[in-house]
């Protein structure tokens, strides 16, 4: 039960990948980066004397700005180009801010413990932390928000025609450049808030990163670019899965069968979009 | 700026230059300072133990000058140590320990941080017959090369979590049990560091007979421990042990609380450094946790007098209280002392055959080298957080509490 909600903090990290990736084309490896960062925020917080459940919206309104920043500096310049420059430019970005965050706030493991109850059943045998019911509330939280924004919003629609057709949207007055900087921005700010979760939940360091670009990636391929329902249903799925795997192989194949999952999942789609003439791009 | 002027920032640019490129020319011994080496993690993932690495090794300098230095032979030395940033990474090392050898003119070098650095630095020691005393490397691997030059002031891993299966079994003797009856659960990170350990502990509960239920190798980059967690709770065993740096000993706390998983005796390690009593609180209650070295063992030496006081001194010094990572440090400094004034000589050959003779208490423990360079005459320590606090309670013999058991959970 309470691994099932584990899969929600990796859902919310997807639903911005799926975001950047279907807008941009941008396949965005500093992922992971995004939610250390959002739990050194709330992990800072916390130290200052704030509830770890405040730091969820600064962590995310903070990342927003970085995120925005990030995007005037360097993501405009790879967004119109080839998918592999994305992919090299957002992995020399993630290696740069961990080597930063590691210089600011030393590699030492840190964590927020926001002093949530466990609940237990059965006699202890089936335990669910609230915390993590918490992450699960604001996962289903920021997918319906995201969800409504996209439909409804002048702003959501306009990310909508950018993601359909860039250069027709541009001809219909739209600031496509805006769009994609609150895009990157909106993502930064996802991965911030999940980043929150995670330092009340577990622990932060500054090399926490790379799991969750990889899972992000991963139930994006899975759900597709453009289903937040379904990036949540597979990021649930991942998580009860991956820790299913790990009680019953043992911990030493939990990274592994994450792994293989994810070139079972490489394979069965190709043929899949083979049979079904499905185009990817 | 006029034409003099130019001339002579030119000149006094040259010269620094000349200064610059003559200085490192100079060899083992300026004047009446012996210059020791190292390459310490100042930047990079291990630069918080890194830093402590120094401070150990500067304080030693500072006491060892202040008290008068080094008598070789019929003079006395001061000490200085050259320092470079090894950025925490094993290629770096290599290179600085050759800079330190062959630019620097450096004889005697002291270790870096981590046994993977130690790991690096070794094989060029090695080659340039340069003796190093380290206290940072615990990895037992180093000391199967057969390495002739290095020597290790620390415990080396195999013995970490060795004290807490014979506590298990004792405890389970006192209250009249068989220790074969006893469960144990491992979970250990997959690299070299806690698979030694896991050696060292493996091979005690199967000369006591116990049985082991769980044996789990946590993947490095895991930050969730629950499906380990979850069978260990089916299972209930007696003891569980867990070593998995800062990372396993948080993860280790945390989760143990939030699952409620009820083990009477846990032991990990990297407690102090993970700062679980601090930060946890009362989810940290009862854990034992291994440890190199306490301020509150009956050791002294001439130079620090009890380990209290050299605690005292260094938190006077650097404004924190001294991790082990430091004392060991300090230690690694005060075995050159003892073997150069034992030598009375500054030949390579005689101080390594010196340094292997070692057979002295420091503050930070007895020091006797074996044949292949570890300490072999220092046991680890238990403690047990009790009341927020860590107290020593393994080995017995310098225990400053009684152990807790069985492990009761917060509320």
């Given at each position: ?32 980066e ?18 770890p ?17 990030l ?15 994305s992919?090299l430019?957002?992995f020399g ?34 335990t669910v932390?609230v915390?993590k019911?918490?992450a699960?509330?604001?996962a289903l ?15 959501g629609?306009?990310i909508r ?7 027709a949207a ?16 909106l993502?930064a ?7 929150a979760?995670v330092?009340m939940?577990?622990l ?22 453009g289903?937040?329902a ?19 192989l043992?911990?030493?194949y ?6 293989a999952?994810l ?11 083979d ?5 990817l791009? | ?18 200064v610059a490129?003559?200085v490192p ?8 300072t ?9 930047t ?6 890194g ?8 304080l030693?300098?500072?006491?060892v ?14 000490l ?12 770096r ?6 800079r ?22 070794a094989?060029v020691?090695?080659k ?15 000391f ?17 979590l ?15 049990r068989?220790p ?11 690299d ?8 060292g ?9 116990m049985?082991?239920?769980?044996d789990d ?6 930050n ?5 967690l ?5 299972v ?22 939030e ?30 946790c ?7 063992l ?7 007098g ?9 938190e ?8 082990y ?10 075995v050159?002392v ?15 055959d010196?340094i292997?003779a ?5 503050f930070y ?7 292949t360079?570890?300490n ?6 238990l ?7 860590y ?8 225990a ?10 917060p509320?």
């Open positions: 039960m309470s691994n099932l909600l584990i899969g929600a903090v990796f859902a919310l990290a997807a639903y911005g990948m799926a975001l950047v990736w279907g807008v941009m084309n941008v396949v965005n490896i500093c992922q992971g995004f939610v250390m960062l959002g739990g050194y925020t709330a992990y800072f917080l916390f130290k200052a004397g704030v509830h459940l405040v730091g969820i919206p600064v962590a995310a309104v903070l990342l927003f700005v970085f995120g925005w920043l995007y005037r500096a360097v993501i405009f310049r790879v967004v119109d180009k080839d998918l592999f420059i992919i430019a957002t970005l993630s290696i740069l801010l961990q080597q930063l965050a590691n210089q600011l706030f030393g590699a030492d493991v840190r964590t927020a413990d926001a002093g949530f109850r466990t609940l237990f059943f059965f006699d202890n045998m089936v932390s915390v019911i918490v699960f509330g604001a939280l920021v997918g319906a928000i995201l969800m409504l924004f996209l439909k409804k919003s002048r702003l629609q306009a025609a950018t993601a359909q057709n860039a250069r541009r001809i219909m007055g739209i600031d496509t450049g805006r769009v994609y900087a609150t895009t990157y921005a993502n700010a996802i991965c911030g808030a999940a980043g979760l330092a939940t577990w932060i360091h500054p090399y926490l990163g790379l799991p969750y670009t990889v899972r992000s990636f991963m139930i994006v391929i899975l759900a597709g670019l289903n937040v379904a990036v949540l249903a597979a990021g649930l799925g991942l998580g009860a899965a991956e820790n299913f795997a790990g009680f019953i043992g911990a030493e939990q990274s592994a069968f994450v792994f999952l070139v079972a999942i490489l394979l069965w789609r190709r043929f899949w979009l049979r079904t003439r499905g185009y791009k | 700026m006029g034409k003099p002027q130019i001339r002579s920032t030119l000149a006094l640019g040259a010269l620094a230059i000349l490129a003559g020319a100079s060899a083992k011994v300026e004047g009446d012996i210059v020791l080496g190292a390459a310490v993690s100042l990079g993932k291990y630069s918080t133990n830093k402590n690495t120094q401070d150990g090794y500067e030693a300098v500072a006491r000058n202040e008290k008068g230095g080094v008598q070789v032979g019929d003079k006395t030395y001061k200085k140590v050259v320092y470079y940033d090894d950025e925490s990474t094993p290629a090392a290599a290179q600085l320990a050759e330190l050898i062959n630019q620097d003119g450096v004889k005697f070098l002291l270790g870096p941080y981590s046994s993977g650095l130690t790991k690096a630095i094989p020691t090695e340039y017959k340069i003796p190093m005393v380290e206290g940072n490397g615990a990895s037992l691997s180093l199967k090369e057969g390495y002739r030059y290095l020597f290790a002031t620390l415990s080396t891993t195999e013995f970490y060795k004290e807490a299966v014979n506590l298990a079994a004792m405890t389970a003797q006192a209250a009249g068989d074969a009856e006893l469960k144990v659960a491992m979970a250990f990170e997959n070299p560091f806690s698979q030694d350990i896991r050696a502990v493996t091979e005690d509960a199967e000369r006591w007979g049985k082991v239920v769980v190798k946590l993947p490095p980059e895991l969730d421990m629950a499906a380990t979850t069978k260990i709770k089916a209930k065993p007696d003891l569980l042990l867990v070593s998995g740096h800062t990372k396993g000993a948080t993860l280790a706390v945390r989760q143990t609380a699952m409620r998983v009820e083990v009477p005796m846990i032991a990990i390690t990297h407690c102090d450094s993970a700062q679980v009593a601090e930060t946890l609180g009362s989810a940290a209650e009862y854990f034992l291994a440890s190199q070295w306490d301020r509150s009956s050791y002294r030496d001439d130079w620090f009890s380990a209290e006081e050299y605690a005292q001194l260094f006077a010094t650097y404004d924190y209280s001294p991790p990572q430091a004392a060991e440090s300090t230690a690694a400094v005060l050159f003892d073997a150069l004034q034992r030598a009375g000589s500054f030949d390579t050959e005689e101080v390594r010196a292997a070692t057979d002295m208490q420091t423990g007895n020091i006797k080298f074996d044949e360079g570890k072999i005459a220092k046991p680890m320590v403690y047990q957080v009790q009341d927020g606090q107290k020593v309670v393994a080995p017995t013999d310098w400053s509490a009684k152990l807790i058991h069985p492990r009761r959970l509320e």
